[in-house]
């Protein structure tokens, strides 16, 4: 079984990767023919890093400043950001019956999470036509509620088209305005919209292991995928139930069964989807914290979704529970984990959430007339790629902006890419003496 080469290379090129996609769709989108009024290349290249890492913010209304062929265009950015720009090639070499060299399968494996080269191209192919299915399902289910809002049908398959890749990518950008609230009574549009999301954040390998292994034993990364998903979006909508209920500046003032559907799609979207129901900024503080600590979990490794996904946090959780029993073994579902999987797993906590507080406080001395709690927030959802927002991206100061475009990318591209694209790692030869220091 060929192994991936864990050298610096394939991190640098997917790096830059992602970095020039987002500069070409931005000089695109700035161009004249493909905006309407004035847009800066700074506002362009803020949609664009948000559209290409899947997040969702945005600096502008979308469909007030790009023309319908520059959304066209975003529809094919949100979907290279969400199967990523190696699944894209992959998909077009594989379906023209072209080899991929062992470069570009390597790529491809890193670009998907993937530790083996073996079940890359089968991996590759059933997320393209996995995607495009669910997809234009999904168009299908939400394209009357989008003729009821847009009675201009090209308009309207447009709009449809938009909101079920932004949706399964799990991007969270939107052309109804700037947020999907008008749709927040409408059972079957919040029903299709949190079904894609979360078929997108469930994970490209375990939703192939329910489709194609039916019956079989699954592996240790969709069961803790299966186990965690469910734990966290019934005690997500649970505990937004409870804090949200009476508020009718969110959803106090809806009928019962639109208030749980509702409460449920915040818990549904709130790990990557970004797409805002309701006024987040009339949220209650507990429910925004609430809210951070999800986006922060984020969705499933080989995903659209971001955060420092599942396996991670199941990951911490093993090895404290290990700690604290004093095992020297790391045990999920009876299953002992390598060293270098709990390593990644701290490595990729600890930076998130170093990189997380120097933002805060990077954005905390560039924008000091903006409220605390929603420079906090915004921080939250660009690292994480979720997209939820509090209003305040587009009154950012140039710096702001380009800031959380550093962060948009660094969350997208991944942590651990961006630092093996700069040190590379290798082993010492030299071993020191152990000595014990007090902790605690």
């Not at 002992?336 to 805060?360: G, N, P, R, T």
């Amino acid at each position: 079984m060929k192994k991936i080469s864990f050298t610096k290379s394939p991190f640098k090129k997917i790096t830059i990767g992602y970095l020039a996609i987002s500069l070409a769709f931005a000089f695109l989108y700035w161009l004249p023919p493909f905006r309407q009024g004035e847009l800066s290349f700074l506002d362009a290249w803020f949609i664009s890093s948000s559209a290409l890492s899947t997040t969702g913010l945005s600096t502008v209304v979308v469909a007030d400043v790009l023309t319908p062929g520059a959304q066209w265009l975003m529809i094919l950015e949100m979907q290279i950001g969400g199967i990523g720009f190696m699944g894209i090639i992959g998909s077009y070499l594989f379906l023209m019956y072209r080899d991929a060299t062992l470069p570009q399968l390597t790529l491809m494996g890193f670009d998907q999470n993937q530790r083996s080269l073996r079940n890359v191209k089968s991996l590759i192919l059933f997320i393209a036509m996995f995607s495009a299915l669910s997809e234009f399902i999904g168009f299908l289910f939400l394209m009357p509620d989008v003729l009821r809002a847009e009675p201009h049908v090209g308009t309207a398959i447009r709009d449809a088209a938009f909101h079920a890749v932004s949706a399964f990518t799990n991007t969270g950008l939107d052309v109804f305005g700037g947020t999907i609230e008008p749709f927040n009574r409408s059972p079957v549009f919040m029903i299709v919209t949190a079904l894609l999301v979360f078929l997108g954040v469930l994970g490209f390998p375990t939703v192939w292991e329910l489709i194609y292994l039916r019956g079989k034993k699954k592996s240790l990364y969709t069961k803790v995928n299966l186990l965690f998903h469910a734990v966290l979006l019934v005690v997500g909508a649970v505990l937004i139930t409870a804090l949200e209920w009476g508020n009718r500046s969110t959803v106090g003032d809806m009928p019962y069964g639109l208030r749980a559907l509702n409460t449920m799609f915040l818990s549904v979207v709130s790990r990557s989807g970004g797409l805002g129901n309701v006024d987040l900024g009339a949220a209650m503080p507990a429910t925004v914290l609430l809210l951070m600590a999800l986006m922060f979990i984020g969705g499933s490794a080989s995903s659209t979704a971001g955060g420092i996904r599942i396996t991670t946090f199941a990951i911490l959780l093993a090895k404290a529970r290990s700690a604290i029993t004093r095992n020297s073994d790391v045990i999920l579902f009876r299953k002992s984990l390598y060293e270098e999987d709990v390593q990644k797993a701290y490595l990729i906590f600890f930076f998130v959430l170093i990189f997380f507080f120097l933002s805060c406080f990077v954005l905390f001395v560039s924008e000091s007339a903006t409220d605390t709690l929603a420079i906090v927030f915004e921080a939250m959802s660009a690292i994480t790629n979720n997209g939820f927002s509090h209003g305040v991206t587009g009154g950012l100061s140039p710096f702001g902006k380009l800031w959380l475009i550093l962060m948009m990318m660094v969350g997208r591209i991944g942590i651990i890419s961006i630092i093996y694209s700069i040190v590379k790692p290798k082993k010492s030869a030299v071993k020191y003496i152990k000595e014990s220091i007090i902790v605690g």
